[in-house]
């Protein structure tokens, strides 16, 4: 039954991202030359209702859906971590044209071309969890 609400949940997120053209190759090329407000104004409202929403659950203490308490646990601040992961996810989404999100969206609407980007994200997934080891935690 849980898998139905993800699979829903999921549909909804694909409808969405498409239709307001988040995963569309053109608008993430302008936002990466700079030219269009459009990929920011999404990136930076998501922003927003992420940081409130996570504010809302720690004050009210809120529960998930099964009745299980949420909590956050803090992650060790690191600048080199977070900078490495951002320059190579940066990177992999300029070259590619898309993040994750976006790959299923895509195929989700019959872009076959993207398959190619998935075979490249699952190749350094698997590259990541090989080196995983020897890089900054």
């Known amino acids: 039954m849980r898998s139905i609400g993800y699979l829903l949940i999921g549909i909804f997120f694909g409808i969405v991202m498409f239709k307001s053209e988040a995963a569309s190759w053109f608008r993430i090329y302008e936002m990466f030359q700079f ?44 600048f080199s971590r977070y900078m490495y ?3 190579i996810f940066g990177l992999g989404w300029a070259l590619a044209g898309a993040c994750p999100g976006p790959i299923f969206t895509l195929i989700g609407a019959g872009f076959m071309p993207i398959l190619i980007v998935f075979a490249g994200s699952l190749l350094g997934t698997f590259i990541y969890g090989l080196l995983r080891k020897k890089l900054p935690h």
């Open 35 to 78: 030219q269009s407000f459009h990929m920011y104004g999404i990136i930076g409202s998501a922003l927003v209702l992420g940081v409130i929403g996570v504010q809302i659950i720690k004050r009210k203490n809120l529960k998930s859906f099964f009745g299980q308490r949420i909590t956050f646990i803090p992650k060790e601040k690191s």
């Open 85 to 87: 992961g951002g320059i």
